[in-house]
């Protein structure tokens, strides 16, 4: 699952339809239903804090999002490394700096 602005508020959706429907559930005291609910709310919540990136992210052209991913399974390395590396790199050959300020 990738993280992107549009799965937050899916997950987020998802998320809300379970407590209403363990709400129902409890209810109608269906509680082999409520605890269904709720262990697929803790799932989806567990998910979004996972999932949700600490930093924005970047829109690639599909060139060097193929040359990413082809380099990382020459190289084993995930393919997050490299782009960090690739635009670190990158910023170091046009400030001249090697570490950020």
Known sequence: MAATGLMRPLLTVAMALCVIGAIDSALDGAWDQVVLF???LLLIAAAV??????????????????????????????VEVLADRAVAAHRAGLTGLEDPP
Request: charge should be positive; avoid cysteine.
């Open 49 to 78: 804090v996972a999932r949700h990136p600490k930093r924005r992210a970047l829109t690639l052209r599909e060139d060097l999002s193929d040359w990413l991913r082809s380099r990382s399974e020459l190289t084993g390395e995930p």
């Open 38 to 40: 709720a262990a697929t």
